[in-house]
């Protein structure tokens, strides 16, 4: 089975910079896209940021369209999320999702796959 495995949150000031990755396991496919969504407690999971399987179609929310940069390396099965000017209302668990389809979606339900998450905190 597919396996995703998120790593990299942490405990960052205001202003700071974080980086998150992603490695994917048990793949039989390739062709998918990949997601970022974030998620904080009493709120829904929203998206933050997607990438097709070539890499060149990059998608993000408003929120973060500035700050934060998708990207990925195939050959290692891996996505990342490089995260820049953190604001305190960045604080959530970061989730990593696959869609097998690649549709480009920014909704949660439309991805096959999902991670156990990463914690980020932005203080102050």
């Known amino acids: 089975q597919v396996v995703l495995v998120e790593s990299g949150g942490g405990l960052v000031y205001g202003g700071g910079s974080l980086r998150l990755s992603c490695a994917a396991s048990?793949?039989?496919?390739?062709?998918?896209?990949m997601a970022w969504f974030r998620q904080t407690a009493g709120k829904e999971r929203e998206f933050v940021a997607g990438?097709?399987?070539?890499?060149?179609?990059?998608y993000y929310s408003d929120s973060v369209k500035g700050r934060f940069t998708i990207s990925r390396d195939n050959a290692k099965n891996t996505v990342y999320l490089q995260m820049n000017s953190l604001k305190p209302e960045d604080t959530a668990v970061y989730y990593c999702?696959?869609?097998?389809?690649?549709?480009?979606?920014?909704?949660?339900?439309?991805?096959?796959?999902w991670g156990q998450g990463t914690q980020v905190f932005v203080s102050s």
């Open positions: 048990g793949l039989t496919f390739n062709d998918y896209a």
């Open positions: 990438i097709r399987w070539g890499g060149i179609s990059r």
């Open positions: 999702a696959l869609d097998r389809s690649e549709s480009g979606s920014r909704t949660s339900i439309d991805y096959d796959f």
